[in-house]
């Protein structure tokens, strides 16, 4: 509802040093603060010490062993840029037509255990559950056993900027199975309810994860509706071809295309999730929010600019820009995964009109991995950020996580992403 949190982080530090080890929200006007640190703060910051940046470390340097991010360069930037130019005008991304697959399934909320196949990765994932169960108590009962899913699809706004395989965009709704939701149509949905938006973290492919970590438990528990998209370039949208099985960005114009494409595609969900049914949308005003983690909290950020929409917003662990997590000097750990040696000593391609609104002290022919990491910086914060893009329409309906302690996404860049708001 009209919730917003707030940080005391000095807006005069760029690097946001001061962004405080206690939670901050602020709920109906009132700062609330957390009292000290109890036994599960001490508990949580004892397992972040001896475990937590070990795993971050792990993980990271696990999702570089198939293939490095940027290892194809520059790439093409020059057309995705120029659209780029064009995204913080007042024309918004067209209503998307809908394409239904397969009829409306009737599922259990909680997955059989009988299905679950012991893998290291799922046992992470069991591990990490139980863990945030200890963490944040028990959960809120459920109210709905069980759930209806479709999927469906619409052409992506910019598919003439995607490669063949990621022109049409993946998704699936999830509801909770109530006597107003039972009988669907064939042919489209009928939901009065309130709708979450869940776009993904970077290497999450497909429907899985945020059905059962987000979508199903707001289903269940609280009889909340979901849409899980999935990003041009992953799973179901890889590219035509494309041999490597890796969630690495291969150039930098994918990351801004992804980018962008992801941003235009969430305000066409948007669009139709708000318009009147007599314009073929769902009239579900004041009834939507978008969220994700990490990359996926940076595009719902972004989505709730571009839109210019009554929509409420939830970032979690998010940048205000994708360039914070590849900064060569103070950015995530997910930087040293990067193949600088493909660009440096290459001039990219740019649109004159980008090319001089750059900083003088930029090298467009990087020599080292700083000046190379300088320069991405500097293209993906003017191109698929909140930089670039109007400001959000409503930033009292935000809920912005901050994490001090991650090494993914530094704490300063989700400061960022606060401050914004």
């Not at 293939?67 to 930037?77: C, I, R, Y």
């Not at 289903?219 to 690495?248: C, E, L, N, T």
């Not at 997910?334 to 740019?350: E, F, H, R, Y």
Request: glycine share 8%; net charge neutral.
């Amino acid at each position: 509802d009209m919730v917003s949190s707030t940080s005391t982080a000095s807006s005069t530090n760029p690097n946001y040093a001061d962004v405080p080890k206690t939670s901050h929200l602020q709920v109906g006007g009132h700062l609330q603060k957390s009292q000290g640190m109890g036994i599960l703060d001490l508990a949580s910051s004892f397992l972040w010490q001896f475990g937590g940046k070990g795993l971050d470390t792990i993980v990271s340097s696990a999702s570089g062993l198939r293939a490095k991010h940027l290892s194809s360069g520059w790439g093409d930037l020059v057309p995705i840029l120029e659209y780029a130019d064009t995204m913080n005008l007042e024309t918004l991304p067209p209503m998307p037509a809908i394409k239904w697959h397969g009829e409306w399934t009737e599922v259990d909320g909680a997955p059989s255990t009988s299905k679950i196949v012991l893998s290291p990765f799922k046992l992470v994932l069991g591990a990490i559950g139980l863990l945030r169960s200890f963490i944040s108590g028990p959960e809120a009962p459920i109210k709905y056993p069980k759930l209806l899913i479709r999927e469906g699809s619409f052409a992506s706004p910019v598919a003439n900027l995607l490669p063949e395989g990621s022109k049409d965009v993946r998704f699936r709704v999830i509801l909770p199975l109530t006597e107003e939701s039972r009988n669907q149509p064939v042919d489209g949905i009928d939901w009065n309810g309130k709708m979450a938006v869940h776009f993904a973290a970077t290497g999450d492919e497909g429907f899985s994860i945020r059905q059962a970590w987000y979508a199903a438990p707001l289903a269940m528990q609280h009889g909340i509706g979901s849409i899980i998209p999935i990003q041009a370039f992953y799973g179901k949208r890889r590219p035509v071809g494309q041999k490597i099985v890796s969630s690495a960005y291969a150039s930098v114009s994918q990351i801004v295309t992804m980018g962008c494409a992801t941003i235009e595609e969430g305000s066409s969900i948007v669009r139709w999730l708000l318009a009147s049914k007599a314009e073929g949308g769902l009239a579900l005003t004041n009834k939507v929010c978008v969220t994700g983690v990490s990359l996926g909290g940076s595009m719902s950020a972004c989505v709730s600019a571009r839109s210019q929409a009554d929509v409420a917003v939830a970032p979690v662990m998010a940048t205000w820009s994708p360039s914070a997590v590849f900064k060569r000097n103070g950015g995530g750990v997910m930087s040293k995964n990067v193949d600088w040696t493909a660009l440096v000593g290459t001039t990219p391609t740019l649109p004159p009109a980008f090319q001089q609104g750059l900083p003088a002290s930029v090298a467009l022919t990087p020599s080292t991995d700083e000046e190379a990491s300088d320069l991405v910086e500097n293209i993906l914060l003017n191109s698929c950020s909140l930089n670039n893009l109007n400001k959000p329409k409503r930033p009292d309906c935000a809920v912005c996580v901050v994490a001090t302690d991650d090494l993914f996404i530094p704490a300063y860049a989700s400061a960022n992403t606060l401050e914004r708001f």
